[in-house]
């Protein structure tokens, strides 16, 4: 499902489902949720930690999130977001961090932050939401499962 659902996309390097089996391998898969329809996962969305130099704990990075092609436009990636950031929020996130579309994820509070910087994503693609009163800056890296075999 999250392989279709990022085939054909500009944005996508098609990686997307060997992301998940390396955090899960890795044991970095912090948090993972599934909508199911009967018997049929129709969406993902994962969540895994993140670096932020110089140290913060306690963050997390949103990704990826995927709706089945035939189901996109019908609120499931919105739902998952806002399950997975309650999620964290009651695990005691400090925030969580995502490269991704601003038009869709500034509904759930997402925001440029410059104080926080992802080097090579374009600054007006990475959103912060802080899930706490602590303000934090540096700069962010996400788990090595993302770029390759761990």
């Known amino acids: 499902m999250t ?29 993972s949720l599934v909508a199911v329809e009967g018997e049929e ?17 306690g963050w997390y990075g949103l990704g990826p999130v995927a709706v089945g092609p035939d189901r996109q436009g019908r609120g499931i990636g919105s ?10 929020r009651e695990l005691g996130a400090a925030g969580c961090v995502l490269a991704g579309n601003p038009a869709f994820y500034q509904r759930f509070g997402f925001r440029n932050d410059p104080a926080l910087v992802f080097p090579g994503c374009a600054p007006q693609y990475f959103m912060v939401l802080a899930l706490s009163e602590a303000r934090v800056s540096g700069t962010v890296a996400y788990h090595p499962a993302f770029f390759g075999p761990v």
């Open 3 to 31: 392989a279709a659902a990022f085939a054909g996309q500009p944005y996508s390097d098609q990686t997307e489902p060997l992301i998940i089996d390396r955090l899960r391998v890795a044991g970095a898969l912090t948090l």
């Open 41 to 57: 996962v129709i969406g993902h969305i994962a969540f895994s930690p993140v670096t932020i130099t110089p140290v913060a704990a």
């Open 79 to 88: 739902a998952l977001v806002r399950e997975g950031l309650e999620k964290l």
